[in-house]
């Protein structure tokens, strides 16, 4: 009688083995190894389970979105546990391959649209208004740190230049 309750334990956990083994794979290990790399100097293994919780994010974000659609795909669970393993095992490396060339391209050009504040060229149209130079003034100095700044524009008076003239940003009563 034995032999055939063990048969039937494991028929269940064969049976369920996604239900049981996603979440270990999906949430407990990375939220143990994302403990490790906070408590660790190294910052490779900080951006790889960053990297992974973003893809875990869009994965939940895409579930929740199309649910009713992913209830008609009896693989679903298989094939998110598969990917999963292949995202989470550092050996793969598959969450920064995926992130590189998928997530990186499509949010971080945008970001690249943006004016930067090092380069204003002087043209007409370009407004020289005191709030407009305020804006790029705070958005370098939150990208880069206010030493950034400094540094800019202590190698502009040094040089003997004015900041305003050296990085193409107008003078309209603004006090350096």
């Not at 969450?95 to 649209?113: C, I, L, N």
Request: proline share 5%.
């Amino acid at each position: 009688m034995g032999g055939s309750g063990a048969t039937a334990f494991l028929k269940v956990v064969l049976q369920n083995f996604d239900v049981l083994a996603g979440p270990v794979v999906s949430l407990v290990y990375p939220l143990y190894s994302s403990i490790k790399a906070i408590e660790s100097k190294s910052p490779i293994d900080d951006q790889q389970w960053l990297t992974y919780w973003i893809l875990y994010s869009l994965i939940t974000l895409f579930e929740l979105t199309f649910a009713k659609l992913i209830e008609w795909i009896p693989i679903w669970s298989y094939a998110k546990l598969i990917a999963t393993c292949w995202l989470v095992i550092p050996y793969f490396s598959g969450a920064a391959y995926v992130y590189e060339h998928f997530v990186r391209p499509t949010f971080v050009s945008a970001q690249y649209q943006t004016v930067n504040v090092l380069y204003v060229p002087r043209k007409k149209e370009v407004s020289s208004k005191k709030d407009d130079i305020i804006t790029a003034a705070e958005k370098y100095i939150r990208e880069n740190g206010t030493g950034a700044f400094r540094e800019i524009i202590n190698k502009a008076e040094h040089s003997g230049t004015k900041p305003r003239e050296e990085y193409g940003i107008f003078e309209n009563n603004y006090q350096w």
